[in-house]
């Protein structure tokens, strides 16, 4: 099963959601993994709140902020929209999805940015069911 690796600077809201969407809607298809060059003390509350909302997924039970440093060797690494400090991880497939960050922006922005990456975590799982063929 292919290794996939979300990334962002703080491992604290985009790169959260998308590991747990990767968890709930591909677990059949890759295993899901986020980290960051940083982390914070805490995933995002609002990511934490909408995502539970939303999917009935608590990301601070099974989640915490971790360092790149710490992932396993991954097959794709996805970066979340970190401009010119995207770190380096080797793969065999990388992608940048470009997001901006929703933090400290209204519910609804934030909600379309969830909406955004489940719909990028689909096709990928997609992507990577065909590539399996």
């Known amino acids: 099963m292919k290794k996939v690796a979300f990334i962002c600077t703080h491992n604290s809201c985009r790169s959260q959601i998308a590991e747990a ?3 709930l809607l591909a677990a ?3 295993e899901s993994y986020s980290a960051g060059t940083e982390t914070k ?3 995002n509350p609002d990511a934490v709140r ?9 990301m601070e039970l099974t989640q915490r902020s971790k360092l790149i440093s710490e992932l396993p060797q ?3 690494v ?3 929209g970190c401009g010119v400090e995207c770190p380096y991880l080797p793969s065999q497939r990388r ?3 470009g997001l901006e960050d929703p933090t400290g922006k209204s519910d609804e922005v934030f909600l379309e940015t969830i909406s955004t990456i489940e719909a990028k975590v689909l096709a990928l799982k997609a992507s990577l069911q065909e ?3």
Not at 50 to 58: A, P, S, Y
Request: cysteine-free; aromatic content about 10%.
């Open 28 to 30: 059949d298809v890759f």
């Open 95 to 97: 992608e940048d999805w």
């Open 74 to 76: 991954v097959d794709v």
């Open 41 to 43: 003390d805490r995933i």
């Open 50 to 58: 909408l995502m539970k909302e939303r999917f009935g997924v608590d």
């Open 78 to 80: 996805i970066t979340m």
């Open 21 to 23: 969407l990767g968890k």
């Open 131 to 133: 590539s399996l063929k």
